[in-house]
């Protein structure tokens, strides 16, 4: 089960913290993905991490301004969000899969329930 939170709402280029924690001792084992998705849009990738922490990934969008990392003895991944943009503007989900990074939302197996992050102009 993974838990999200940290969003809310923020003016353009202010900065959030988001984390997402799971109740799991298996954590380490999972590659972990931010994705997002604002009304009446698909579901994006956002960000990935690898399983040991060495490997991110992020969607041209966003860098330069997001980091991704995680703490595998807490069972947490984070996203710190710089320099928003009302286009940022979306509910943010994490996600776990087992094996590699990949930006395909229907390859993870596991999702948190969402947080939303309204950037106002």
């Known amino acids: 089960q993974l838990q999200a939170s940290g969003g809310g709402l923020v003016q353009a280029g202010g900065s959030l913290r988001l984390s997402c924690t799971a109740s799991?001792?298996?954590?380490?084992?999972?590659?972990m993905g931010w994705f997002r998705q604002a009304p009446g849009k698909e579901r994006e990738f956002v960000t990935g991490?690898?399983?040991?922490?060495?490997?991110?990934y992020y969607a041209d969008f966003v860098k330069g301004r997001f980091t991704i990392s995680r703490d595998n003895a807490k069972g947490t991944v984070y996203l710190q969000m710089n320099s928003l943009k009302p286009e940022d503007t979306a509910l943010h989900y994490c996600?776990?899969?087992?094996?590699?990074?990949?930006?395909?939302?229907?390859?993870?197996?596991?999702w948190g329930q969402g947080t939303q992050v309204t950037v106002s102009s």
């Open positions: 991490i690898s399983a040991s922490g060495v490997n991110t």
């Open positions: 996600a776990a899969k087992s094996r590699l990074v990949t930006a395909t939302a229907n390859e993870y197996d596991y």
């Open positions: 799991t001792r298996t954590f380490g084992n999972y590659a």
